[in-house]
């Protein structure tokens, strides 16, 4: 049974930083294709980060995304958090080996049930 659970979440003020994590099982992280996302109220679900199989990560700005292949865990760092990063955060995975990555969350097969995450100003 596959399963992603995100934690980590919480409200923060701006300029405060966050550490997400996303455990995984069923999932071979080790070669597949993983992803954090993020949706806003009112707005589409845009990709934050996706990791490759080797590790190459591809994440925009302020954040960073890893991955830990021996405790099958994901994480994303957020720094210099801003009120319009709020948004619920996704973790995501493929459901087979790849080497390209997809950057739409359409790429993704499976997902967790989010983690909230709030910046005041």
């Known amino acids: 049974q596959v399963q992603l659970v995100e934690s980590g979440g919480g409200s923060v003020q701006a300029g405060g930083s966050l550490r997400l994590s996303c455990v995984i099982s069923?999932?071979?992280?080790?070669?597949?294709?993983l992803g954090w996302f993020r949706q806003a109220p009112g707005k589409e679900r845009e990709k934050v980060a996706t990791?490759?199989?080797d590790g190459l990560t591809t994440y925009a700005g302020r954040f960073t995304a890893s991955k830990d292949n021996a405790n099958n865990t994901l994480t994303l760092q957020l720094t210099d958090l801003k009120p319009d990063d709020t948004a619920m955060y996704y973790c995501?995975?493929?459901?087979?080996?790849?080497?390209?990555?997809?950057?739409?969350?359409?790429?993704?097969?499976?997902w967790g049930q989010g983690t909230q995450v709030t910046v005041s100003s």
């Open positions: 990791i490759r199989p």
């Open positions: 069923g999932v071979d992280i080790w070669r597949n294709c």
């Open positions: 995501a995975a493929y459901s087979r080996p790849s080497i390209s990555c997809g950057t739409k969350d359409s790429d993704y097969h499976y």
